[in-house]
């Protein structure tokens, strides 16, 4: 196998800090989804529907929001790794 693996670590910290404000908006907009709207004798079952989405929508931005931490996680781990073993083949390129 030919060529190297390289990583643009500042993309990659582009792309975390993209996910971190999706999980943001989409917690900015659970409180509009958290209503208890009057529809007569379907009321309870339209506020629970309305509970169940929002509830979605805030694991839905837990997960982003992982996601975004797992992908700092990765970048300093290839940083790290990249740099000891640069130290062992003579050095960084």
């Known amino acids: 196998m030919t060529g190297e693996i390289r990583l643009d670590a500042a993309a990659m910290t582009a792309v975390a800090g993209d996910l971190d404000d999706t999980g943001s ?24 529907a309305f ?24 970048v300093t781990a290839y940083q790290q790794s990249d740099q000891r073993s640069s130290g062992g083949f003579g050095g960084p390129r």
């Open 51 to 74: 509970a169940g989405f929002s509830a979605a929508v805030q694991g839905l931005a837990a997960s982003v929001g992982d996601a975004a931490d797992q992908v700092r996680a990765s």
């Open 25 to 48: 908006a989409l917690t900015s907009q659970q409180s509009a989804i958290e209503v208890r709207p009057d529809a007569a004798a379907s009321s309870q079952e339209v506020a629970d």
